[in-house]
């Protein structure tokens, strides 16, 4: 249970003097307060209300304020029974994310929501022109282990929604990263529970110093796209589940008390986690001691009285169901009726009512109505580079190719995306207030005497690299006659009419559903604009040429039907199968002859993740093949004194990728300049795990660079120059390949049927790496300095303060560094469970100038040293001496130690 030390505050109590300010918010429907004639970007009274709420006491905790408890029942008492049941369902409104309306009778003003994990998506086109801060992804922000970082990542973002009209934001994310190729894995904080909660609890701490109400998600066992929408089930077991998946929601709660919860898409032990009772009322509420409100994802409620009896306190919009079809509701008119008929009791009511009343009161929501003012683009802007900056990881660097020498001459910039901005898709993504490439980055730092030049080296990249099977035909091998790529005619109607564009596409894919929604699609600017009503039907067309003579497999990969003909010959007829799959034909090829090229799709089939148009064209070679575009960038990477190559996946919400191979022949794009420059430098501009061992052994250096924010190049030109040495470390483990994971069977990802056998129990990511036995190319923790470190005289001994160890830690190199220490725990001292080989217990980050020793004190988790007893429903701790491993990385152990336990339960 949580300590109930800390200062009890109401934020109310700082803030009689917005009175009339919350009196004017309720006047307006959405909620928002609009700025004051005399103040017309409402910058004033924006910034008088933070400086009140940043008054507060740092250890203020929203749910031990009696006072607001106290207005909460007063108002609840005040309520009539629909007027409860309205708090209790959203109402679609396209100006907010999630949203629940005002009850003006009450002065209870509007949810007004907005999706937040890597910064706000503002959805009212009148705000700010729907831009605000794009900050680094989520797990770019878990690769700088800086729990400071985080808390200031989300008093950034809770100050941008409450200046843009919100109220509440839906973030953070810690679904743990079981899945390599998990689609969504951007959006959370790696693979580790401890460092995944404890980076949450910090980014909750910051979002809610403003008057907004953070809402921790997507609770539970959430890792993978595939079947999220049609009744995945993780099947796992209570050690696992209380271990791993919900060990980051629990210290998120303790640590962080958010407001709010959302509750996931997918079943849980046959049950939706949306109405579960184990999941939602006795481990969420009652074991974690959980006081906010649980709200639904987007079309995740599934029921009426089974939801709310089993903890689902608010209903989103979008759900289904085969009698009403799209648009159903199960907390409004049926859950009216369920309570009138008996079966759902006023209490459960009231309960779910105050849940939501309480935060809102207490978090300032009445008090301090959310006031639309201009952002502080330029501060914001800057801490977006600084998050960028710390979370690059150095994961090669061979002969010490980087930094790049100050005399470099001439620097080949190659990537089909190095001159935009990459982030992930779906609900996360954020219209940035401005942009910096990494082109731009390196220009402006490389300055004028440095000759900078850029090509793409591949095709760009859009959604339909989510699609299995072969990569589409480049672009060099097919032509309009005026250009390459082909004439690509999409039409509304399934029979060819209806046209709503003619244009050049590079290659024949369209992956639509989910990914195109507006706002959604983080395709490549460099292909042309795909939208989801492209979805009747496609035809391609223009001419095919080999680039030696040989048998080409030509492939179709779709769900609906598809016709490929070359000079007048059907060679491929594709029938709707009624799930992704790809036809292939082998065809005979003579080198440098164009064939006339017809493609034909029809939008006939069930879509992928989310229902939409699938359909790639796609190849394979005979040996030898290279793409010119690729021929080129090696070129110029000969010519040039430095290869800087940026290659990039697709990761979004709505689905997973098919493996962890680089899309578009960026492997063979990678291998073409390598060979050409020994100083060539790749950045992964990626969402998560990338396969590297199928290209690297010719690469002197490679950064992880995640999805870095609107300021990605200014950083990126940093760490390739030396002005910032880095410091990220891996969140996740990156392996082999995809197949050399702990979770690399067909039963266990994607499933058997709708199944997701969870068999390897605790054992997930770098832990399982150990229990198994399965060398990863990159270990949980790792990543390079510019510098080196010493650590020596380590200490483990339990204190006053808990459980902790010391280590001496020196910089032995000749740059100033920050270094992470990261501590990890062995086997525990018992023969009832076992226990993972390495669990991560503690870390602490340390900047060093060049020669400098500090001694480091790392505080241990006391569930590290403990076990989920599942007859006694808690955690346990064994008595004895347990190992203990310090050093920079899960297998980079520089000292080893015991530590002896007393045997008490952890809690």
């Known amino acids: 249970m949580r300590s109930r030390r800390h200062l009890a505050m109401s934020r109310s109590a700082h803030t009689s003097a917005f009175v009339a300010l919350c009196a004017l918010a309720l006047a307006v429907p959405a909620g928002a307060?609009?700025?004051?004639?005399?103040?017309?970007?409402?910058?004033?009274?924006?910034?008088?209300?933070?400086?009140?709420?940043?008054?507060?006491?740092?250890?203020?905790?929203?749910d031990e304020s009696g006072p607001d408890t106290r207005r909460a029942r007063a108002l609840l008492r005040q309520m009539t029974l629909d007027e409860k049941v309205d708090m209790l369902h959203g109402e679609l409104n396209n100006f907010y994310g999630f949203y629940n309306g005002p009850i003006e009778r009450l002065g209870i003003p509007a949810l007004t929501m907005a999706d937040?994990?890597?910064?706000?998506?503002?959805?009212?086109?009148?705000?700010?022109?729907?831009?605000?801060?794009?900050?680094?992804?989520?797990?770019?922000?878990?690769?700088?282990?800086?729990t400071a970082l985080a808390e200031q990542y989300g008093q950034v973002a809770g100050d941008e929604a409450f200046r843009t009209g919100h109220n509440v934001l839906l973030s953070p994310a810690v679904d743990i990263a079981r899945v390599a190729q998990a689609g969504r894995a951007f959006e959370a904080l790696g693979e580790d529970p401890l460092l995944s909660g404890t980076m949450g609890a910090a980014e909750i701490r910051g979002i809610q110093s403003h008057p907004v109400v953070a809402d921790i998600k997507h609770y539970n066992v959430y890792t993978q796209e595939t079947n999220r929408l049609s009744g995945?089930?993780?099947?796992?077991?209570?050690?696992?589940?209380?271990?791993?998946?919900?060990?980051?929601?629990?210290?998120?709660?303790?640590?962080?008390?958010?407001?709010?919860?959302?509750?996931?898409?997918?079943?849980?032990?046959?049950?939706?986690?949306?109405?579960?009772?184990?999941?939602?009322?006795?481990?969420?509420?009652?074991?974690?001691?959980f006081e906010g409100w649980v709200m639904s994802d987007y079309g995740a409620t599934h029921s009426t009285t089974q939801a709310i009896l089993g903890g689902l306190d608010q209903e989103m919009p979008g759900n289904t169901t085969p009698q009403t079809g799209p648009g159903a509701c199960f907390f409004c008119g049926p859950l009216l009726d369920a309570v009138r008929a008996g079966q759902v009791p006023v209490s459960r009511i009231d309960d779910a009512v105050l849940r939501i009343l309480r935060p809102m009161f207490a978090l300032g929501l009445f008090d301090n109505p959310p006031v639309v003012s201009a952002l502080p683009e330029a501060e914001h802007g800057a801490f977006a580079r600084q998050v960028a900056e710390r979370s690059a990881v150095l994961l090669k660097n061979d002969s010490a190719a980087l930094p790049l020498q100050a005399n470099v001459g001439s620097i080949a910039v190659i990537g089909a995306d190095a001159d935009s901005v990459v982030a992930g898709g779906g609900s996360s993504l954020v219209k940035p207030t401005y942009t910096v490439s990494p082109l731009e980055g390196i220009q402006a730092r490389a300055g004028a005497g440095v000759l900078v030049r850029h090509v793409a080296g591949a095709d760009p990249v859009t959604s339909a690299s989510l699609i299995p099977g072969p990569d589409p035909i480049p672009s060099d091998f097919l032509s309009t006659g005026a250009e390459n790529g082909l004439r690509a005619e999409y039409f509304t109607e399934p029979d060819f009419t209806g046209p709503i564009a003619d244009r050049t596409d590079p290659y024949a894919a369209i992956n639509a559903g989910f990914f195109l929604f507006q706002g959604f699609n983080a395709q490549s600017p460099h292909f042309p604009l795909q939208t989801r009503d492209m979805a009747g039907s496609i035809r391609w067309t223009g001419t095919l040429t080999a680039p030696v003579d040989g048998t080409y497999g030509i492939a179709v990969t779709t769900t609906g039907s598809a016709t490929v003909t070359l000079d007048g010959a059907a060679v491929l007829i594709a029938e709707p199968t009624g799930e992704v799959s790809t036809t292939s034909v082998d065809v005979d090829l003579v080198a440098g002859v164009e064939h006339e090229l017809l493609v034909e799709y029809v939008n006939d089939g069930p879509g992928g993740?989310?229902?939409?148009?699938?359909?790639?064209?796609?190849?394979t070679t005979p040996d030898g093949v290279v793409a010119p575009q690729a021929l080129a960038a090696a070129d110029l990477a000969r010519s040039s004194q430095a290869a800087v190559v940026l290659v990039r996946d697709y990761s979004s919400e709505g689905g997973d990728k098919p493996d962890l191979d680089l899309p578009n022949g960026q492997a063979e794009l990678i291998r073409q300049v390598a060979a050409a420059n020994p100083r060539t430098v790749v950045v992964l501009v990626a969402g998560g795990a990338v396969q590297t061992s199928d290209w690297e052994s010719g690469v002197p250096a490679i950064i992880h660079s995640w999805f870095g924010g609107q300021e990605q190049g200014n950083a990126l030109a940093g760490i390739l120059f030396g002005d910032v040495n880095p410091s990220g470390r891996l969140p996740i483990s990156l392996p082999v390949d995809e197949d050399s994971t702990p979770v690399s069977t067909p039963e266990q990802y994607p499933g058997v049927g709708l199944d997701q056998l969870f068999t390897e129990g605790i054992y997930v990511g770098y832990r399982g790496y150990e229990e198994f036995d399965i060398t990863p190319q990159y270990s949980f923790g790792h990543g390079l300095s510019y510098t080196t470190y010493d650590y020596r005289n380590l200490r483990t001994a339990p204190s006053a303060q808990g459980l902790q160890v010391k280590v001496a830690v020196r910089n032995t190199g000749a740059v100033?560094?920050?270094?992470?220490?990261?501590?990890?725990?062995?086997?525990?001292?018992?023969?009832?469970?076992?226990?993972?080989?390495?669990?991560?217990?503690?870390?602490?980050?340390?900047?060093?100038?060049?020669?400098?020793?500090?001694?480091?004190?790392v505080a241990l988790s006391p569930e590290s040293v403990s076990y989920w007893d599942v007859d006694r429903d808690r955690w346990r701790t064994p008595r004895g001496d347990i190992p203990v491993y310090v050093g920079s990385s899960s297998t980079d152990i520089r000292l080893t130690g015991t530590l002896r336990t007393t045997g008490r339960p952890a809690r």
């Open 33 to 62: 307060a609009s700025a004051a004639p005399d103040d017309p970007d409402g910058e004033a009274a924006v910034t008088q209300q933070l400086q009140e709420v940043q008054s507060l006491p740092s250890q203020w905790w929203w």
């Open 116 to 146: 937040g994990p890597a910064g706000v998506r503002i959805a009212n086109p009148a705000v700010n022109d729907q831009e605000a801060t794009q900050l680094p992804s989520p797990i770019a922000l878990a690769a700088t282990w800086d």
């Open 232 to 289: 995945g089930n993780a099947v796992v077991d209570e050690r696992a589940l209380q271990e791993i998946y919900t060990r980051p929601f629990a210290i998120g709660v303790e640590q962080g008390r958010p407001g709010s919860a959302m509750c996931a898409f997918n079943k849980v032990n046959g049950v939706y986690a949306c109405e579960s009772d184990e999941l939602l009322n006795r481990i969420l509420k009652a074991q974690l001691d």
């Open 609 to 619: 993740t989310d229902a939409g148009a699938v359909f790639q064209l796609g190849w």
């Open 816 to 857: 100033t560094g920050t270094e992470t220490v990261q501590v990890y725990v062995g086997n525990l001292p018992t023969r009832q469970v076992q226990s993972a080989p390495k669990v991560l217990a503690g870390w602490a980050t340390v900047t060093l100038q060049p020669g400098e020793r500090q001694q480091v004190t």
